[in-house]
């Protein structure tokens, strides 16, 4: 559900950029009135394993469409709904600035569509009151997908009202409200699968882990194997699993093609020109593999790469590794200099 910046206008970009600047802000102080140091690193790592997860697209059966995990809902669960946005806010950064996955113009409405509704409506309204006190069980698992599905469904309906706003794309409003519902709600119910499995991970682990902020903080050395069996995960997904990921278009993308005919929207001069020439010179892994193809047969190996599945590509594993690896510092870093700054006041 990354929009790219051919999909909508510099006036809604930027009022978007307006809204999750703010939001963000809000975060900072509130994270800053209650953050534990000890909290840091699990934000760091949290962020990794969520860049990695949304590198695995998985197929819609029957669709010839994809999806991935936004991830939103699984750090509100274990950080709080105001560090989980300033994590994924970290997370969609990353990805657009050094990996060209959503467009820059475009980054307000990304961090908007999957932050602020999963964390802050899909969380305190929909979870926590289906799932109660319970981790692990029916009713937890339940809490989740319903949750997922309600966030993912806000966030797909924001990306149509954001698109029709700006008025750039002529997709019509109620044929794309049609086709962008039922392939998200999809989407949603294997998000929430993935979400109760990662809480139930978890909690199994370090039960006092869970929605950390408003409970006792376990020290450091008790996080110990859950920061571990999460960097393992990382790891393993974003360096190895990801060759796996589906090659069918996303559901947003999916969703273009069945009304436009074709996949790609081109965005036109001013705004959207000058900042894709931006991306262009910071994404140095756009579309998660190297810029630049090898010497020799380099052109044709990734094309045989592009048409095998599974897609065996250095490339991708770098991508997996680096990435999580920004994020780690940029979410840890965020972290430390709120908690810092609180801890001064």
């Not at 999909?7 to 994270?31: E, F, N, Q, Y």
């Not at 929605?211 to 974003?238: F, H, N, Q, Y």
């Not at 699993?241 to 069918?248: G, V």
């Amino acid at each position: 559900m990354h929009m790219a910046d051919a999909l909508i206008s510099p006036a809604v970009g930027g009022t978007m950029w307006a809204a999750s600047a703010g939001l963000l802000a809000w975060c900072a102080r509130k994270v800053r009135q209650s953050l534990d140091h000890r909290l840091v690193p699990m934000m760091g790592v949290l962020g990794a394993f969520i860049f990695a997860a949304q590198m695995i697209n998985f197929s819609i059966p029957a669709t010839g469409s994809s999806g991935h995990l936004g991830g939103g809902l699984i750090l509100a669960v274990l950080l709080g709904p105001y560090a989980a946005f300033l994590v994924i806010a970290s997370v969609l950064t990353v990805q657009a600035l050094f990996f060209a996955d959503g467009g820059l113009l475009a980054l307000g409405c990304n961090i908007w569509n999957l932050g602020f509704y999963p964390a802050f409506i899909a969380y305190p309204f929909v979870y926590k009151p289906l799932a109660g006190a319970s981790r692990g069980n029916v009713r937890a698992w339940g809490a989740a997908i319903v949750a997922a599905v309600a966030g993912l469904q806000l966030g797909a309906f924001s990306v149509v009202l954001e698109t029709t706003a700006s008025g750039v794309s002529e997709l019509p409003f109620g044929t794309f409200v049609l086709l962008m519902s039922p392939i998200h709600l999809a989407i949603g119910v294997a998000e929430g699968l993935a979400t109760a499995a990662v809480v139930a991970f978890v909690a199994r682990a370090r039960p006092e882990a869970v929605e950390m902020p408003s409970g006792p903080v376990p020290a450091p050395a008790r996080l110990r194997p859950v920061l571990a069996g999460l960097v393992i995960a990382t790891i393993l997904v974003g360096g190895v699993l990801s060759w796996f990921a589906s090659t069918h278009p996303d559901g947003l993308e999916w969703s273009i093609a069945k009304v436009r005919g074709r996949e790609e929207v081109t965005g036109g001069a001013g705004p959207h020109e000058t900042l894709a020439k931006v991306q262009e010179k910071t994404a140095f892994l756009p579309d998660y593999g190297f810029k630049n193809s090898e010497r020799g047969a380099g052109k044709e190996k990734e094309a045989e790469e592009a048409e095998s599945w599974p897609a065996v590509s250095a490339g991708t594993t770098v991508s997996g590794l680096v990435g999580g690896a920004l994020v780690l510092v940029l979410a840890g870093l965020t972290g430390l200099m709120l908690r810092t700054r609180g801890g001064a006041s």
